[in-house]
């Protein structure tokens, strides 16, 4: 992952985790702040926390095992943040 990529509606990820994961890490490399709003077991929503309109909604698909992005709002309008809470030491 590179701080040049990008998400797209209709992207699938193999579990919820891996989605959150991916997330975590393109936030961190961008200098982004994010909450996990909506955290259950068959979808996410993650906004910024700074209220700028970023947005991503991660739900289950239908009957099968695959999580996709359903609703996206790649679009911060905040300034870049130097010391990042969902940074971890993985």
Known sequence: MSNSFKFKLGMEFYSLEEAKQAIKEHVVLNGRQVEFFKNKRVRIIIVCEK????????????????????????????????????????
């Open 51 to 90: 209220g700028c309109g970023f947005v991503i909604l991660v739900s289950k698909v239908g009957s099968c095992h695959t999580f996709r992005v359903k609703t996206l709002i790649d679009v911060h309008k905040c300034a870049r943040i130097f010391s990042n809470k969902n940074a971890n030491v993985e």
